[in-house]
């Protein structure tokens, strides 16, 4: 993969792999949810192919 990924495209991976609906998924990185910012590439972002990333539901609780 390239770095031109963005956070949606980390979202549909996401979606597939952990099978959340889409509309459902938050991803955090570092503390901060990097779905608010949808347009930014990841490489804007700091993030790169290899760091951890926490995948979560938008209605789980405990991530509130």
Known sequence: ???DLRVRDV???AA???RIPID???LY???RNICETPNESLE???IENNHT???CRGD???QQ
Do not use: A, C, H, P
Request: avoid cysteine; glycine fraction near 8%.
């Open 44 to 46: 804007s972002l700091g």
């Open 11 to 13: 979202q549909e991976d």
């Open 53 to 55: 990333m926490r995948v």
């Open 60 to 62: 789980d609780q405990s």
């Open 1 to 3: 993969r390239n770095y």
């Open 16 to 18: 597939t792999t952990f």
């Open 24 to 26: 459902q998924i938050i």
């Open 29 to 31: 990185w570092k503390g």
